[in-house]
């Protein structure tokens, strides 16, 4: 699929090359000519309109942030926008997905990481005590991949580390639970 630039490239070019030396006039100007688009593909994603706006907002924000790390040679400006605008969609998506996982009950949680059929309040008291034993990222990463499924790569996505480090974290968290566990 071949995206349409809503200006001229040399145009978008430049706006986004004075952008990246801070000119706000220039920001305008791209923001300006770019918006709509940008916000037709969040939209698609999101299917809220309140929350694409906040995506929005959020995808200027980092195109402001990010406009140095446009490279011309790499291709035209507009599919660079719109990833940086797909990105943060999805980067939405995933955040609302994990609200609505995470429970203020930590006995849902607790009962998901507990053996299946397992209404044992020890164990699922033990299983407390022995999470609080992790650091707050290790607990967090723990209970996304096994209460709420996510891969390791979403896991190091969504943490900014590499996946060999979430396979490791995630290892040594199991291996001091159970090391816990078994001293119940």
Not at 33 to 48: D, E, M, Q, S, W
Request: positive net charge.
């Amino acid at each position: 699929m071949e995206v349409q630039e809503p200006k001229d490239r040399a145009a978008l070019r430049g706006f986004l090359e004075a952008v990246a030396r801070g000119d706000r006039t220039a920001f305008r100007a791209l923001y300006e000519a770019t918006a709509p688009k940008l916000f037709g593909v969040i939209l698609r994603i999101t299917g809220n309109r309140p929350v694409a706006e906040d995506v929005l907002q959020e995808t200027y924000v980092r195109i402001w942030q990010k406009a140095e790390r446009y490279d011309p040679e790499a291709g035209p400006v507009m599919p660079w926008l719109m990833a940086v605008a797909r990105n943060r969609a999805i980067d939405r998506i995933r955040a609302e997905r994990i609200e609505r996982n995470r429970t203020s009950d930590d006995e849902a949680v607790l009962s998901r990481l507990a053996a299946p059929n397992s209404g044992d309040a020890l164990t699922r008291e033990a299983l407390r005590r022995c999470l609080s034993g992790l650091d707050d990222e290790a607990r967090t990463t723990v209970i996304l991949a096994y209460c709420s499924g996510y891969s390791r790569e979403e896991l190091a996505e969504r943490s900014g580390r590499p996946v060999g480090t979430i396979k490791t974290m995630l290892h040594r968290s199991l291996k001091l639970l159970k090391a816990c566990l078994e001293e119940e």
